[in-house]
C-alpha cells in the first residue's frame, strides 16, 4: 500500500495531515448526517428563552449541557460520544474509528455545550481530569493575554521564571480555586 503522504508531499506534508484529513472526512461524511443524531437532537431538544435580546422571537430551540448544566440554545450545543477519544493514526484505526462514529445509540449520547465539548476533548487527549483541563485551558487563555504575571501577583502567588512554570503554576491555583469554590 502506497503512503499517500510520500507520494503527493505537497498536498499532505505529514502522515498526521493525511490522517486529519481521514478523520475530517469521517466527521462529515458520517457523523454530521447520522440519523441517529439527529433524531437524538430532535428528542432532547426544548424551547428556552431566546438568550439574543434583539432577537425576534421569544423562545428558541435549546438544550441542557450534560457537563456544565447550564442551558444553551441549539448553535451552541453539540452532540457528544459520552466515551470519545478515538484515535484514528494509522490505517489499522480506521474500521474502529468508523464503527465508534456511526454504531452508537442512544444512551452512548450527550448534548454538550461548545465550551465543555472543548474541555473534555482536551481531558480525553491528554488524559487528564475534566478540571485539570479546564484549567489548562484557562491558563493558557491567560497567558495568551498576557496576563500571566497580574494574575499570578493579584493571588499572592511569586511568578516563576519560565513560562511553562507559571503556566503550570496557573493551573494549580484556578483547580485550587474550583475546589474551594464547589458546594460540599
Keep these: 500500500m502506497k503512503e499517500p503522504w510520500t507520494a503527493y508531499p505537497h498536498i499532505w506534508k505529514t502522515k498526521a495531515a493525511f490522517f486529519s484529513y481521514i478523520r475530517g472526512g469521517i466527521r462529515r ?17 426544548k424551547r428556552i428563552k431566546n438568550p439574543n435580546p434583539k432577537g425576534r422571537v421569544a423562545e428558541v430551540w435549546g438544550g441542557i449541557c450534560a457537563l456544565c448544566g447550564g442551558e444553551f440554545p441549539q448553535n451552541m450545543l453539540e452532540v457528544d460520544h459520552r466515551v470519545g477519544n478515538n484515535s484514528l493514526k494509522d490505517f489499522d484505526d480506521i474500521l474502529p474509528f468508523i464503527l465508534a462514529i456511526s454504531c452508537v ?10 465550551p465543555c465539548h472543548k474541555i473534555k476533548n482536551l481531558s480525553e487527549s491528554k488524559g487528564i481530569s475534566f478540571d485539570e483541563a479546564f484549567a489548562t485551558k484557562e491558563a493558557i487563555k491567560i497567558l ?20 511553562k512554570a507559571r503556566r503550570e503554576q496557573i493551573v494549580k491555583q484556578i483547580i485550587k480555586e474550583r475546589i474551594n469554590e464547589s458546594p460540599e
Excluded: F
Aim: hydrophobic share 30%.
Design 105 to 114: 445509540s442512544e444512551d452512548d449520547l450527550q448534548m454538550v455545550c461548545k
Design 29 to 45: 461524511s458520517l457523523w454530521n448526517r447520522a440519523p441517529q443524531k439527529i433524531e437524538y437532537i430532535n428528542k432532547h431538544r
Design 144 to 163: 495568551k493575554e498576557k496576563k500571566d504575571l497580574t494574575w499570578l501577583e493579584e493571588r499572592g502567588i511569586a511568578p516563576l521564571r519560565s513560562q
